[in-house]
Structures are given as structure tokens and as C-alpha cells.
């Protein structure tokens, strides 16, 4: 996916986007925190998962640097960036935050 398009899926939304590869440990550890993330925020917030071997020019364009990076994006955006393994709560919080202060 080019960055064009990227950002075009990224319109009108709140997305939560996570930047990991099939390789890394701590990626592997925040599988279940982002599928968990699907099921709560769906029809709320949008989470994509990114693939940082398969989209070398996405993660290039964004500056990741380390994995896992999660970045939350409004409107396309980029609002909020983690990086490392994080907790649930924590991403549920700032999700939640950006929600509530685009309604």
C-alpha cells in the first residue's frame, strides 16, 4: 500500500495503527492487547496492523525506528505515538481521550 492510499483509509477516522513484524518478540506479546483492541473498539476507532517488512516505505515515511509502534491517527493525523510493549489500559485510555474530544 502506498503512503497515498495509507493515508486516504485514514480519512475521517480514528485509527489505532500498529507498526510490528512477524519477527519481533514484543510485537508477538501485544498480539492479544491489539485483537482485544479490535473487539472494543469496533465502530469507534479503526486498528490497522502494519507489517514493517511488506511495508518498508509506510514505516520509512512515519519514522519508525523501533517496534512495536503504535500510533494513534485523527482525521490522519498522527495524535499520539507509543513505542514498546504497552499495557491495555494505557491504549484504551488515549484511545478513548481522542474519541472523546472529536465528538
Wanted: aromatic share 8%; with cysteine.
Amino acid at each position: 500500500m502506498d503512503i497515498k492510499q495509507f493515508q486516504l483509509n485514514l480519512k475521517g477516522k480514528i485509527a489505532l495503527v500498529d507498526f510490528s513484524a512477524s519477527w519481533c518478540g514484543p510485537c508477538k506479546a501485544m498480539e492479544p492487547v491489539i485483537k482485544g483492541m479490535v473487539n472494543k473498539f469496533r465502530g469507534k476507532a479503526t486498528i490497522v496492523e502494519v507489517d514493517i517488512d511488506t511495508q518498508k516505505t509506510l514505516a520509512t515515511y512515519y519514522m519508525v525506528q523501533s517496534i512495536p509502534t503504535l500510533i494513534i491517527f485523527q482525521e490522519g493525523q498522527e495524535v499520539k505515538r507509543f513505542v514498546g510493549v504497552q499495557s491495555e489500559d494505557i491504549l484504551e485510555l488515549s484511545l478513548n481521550e481522542v474519541i472523546g474530544n472529536s465528538i
